[in-house]
């Protein structure tokens, strides 16, 4: 005995083999719902399209949860850049923070450059001064080995 439920049923009590004649009188799958309840509960339906909106709404709740996400794009400049090159990776930066990622900028140190660090903090600043429009610095320049650090969140 299982209780049958669904549009193609009477929320009645039936025997197992009447309740698969009803589903397939009404041309849809049987399937079991709740096997720990007495007497078990059994829903009449369509089962494939029952698993494709479930795929489907999985797919959703991935997306929503990719979106949510914070992307960090990542910046490498020297700390003696040219002119141009300073503007080139300036301009990519805004485009960064116009698409709604943060920017994580970096001043490697090689040999013995590490003993010059405040050339490479001057830079880090001026690139925060250049970006102050669209985004906002989140962390100071900080050295952390032989990298130098920022990260420019943008502005909402």
């Known amino acids: 005995m299982v209780r049958v439920v669904g549009e193609h049923a009477d929320n009645a009590i039936h025997s197992i083999r009447e309740a698969i004649r009803m589903s397939e009188e009404a041309g849809l799958d049987l399937v079991e719902i709740s096997p720990d309840v007495n007497p078990p509960v059994c829903k009449i339906m369509d089962y494939s399209k029952f698993l494709f909106d479930l ?85 100071m320049p900080k050295l952390e080995g032989k990298r130098m650090i920022m990260v420019v969140a943008p502005k909402k």
């Open 55 to 139: 795929k489907k709404k999985e797919k959703e709740m991935k997306a929503k949860a990719r979106a949510s996400q914070v992307v960090v794009k990542e910046i490498g400049l020297g700390q003696q850049i040219d002119e141009h090159d300073f503007e080139f990776k300036l301009n990519h930066a805004k485009r960064f923070l116009a698409e709604g990622a943060k920017v994580k900028v970096v001043v490697l140190f090689r040999g013995r450059a590490i003993a010059y660090k405040e050339q490479g903090e001057i830079q880090l600043l001026k690139f925060a001064q250049a970006l102050e429009e669209c985004g906002k610095v989140e962390s």
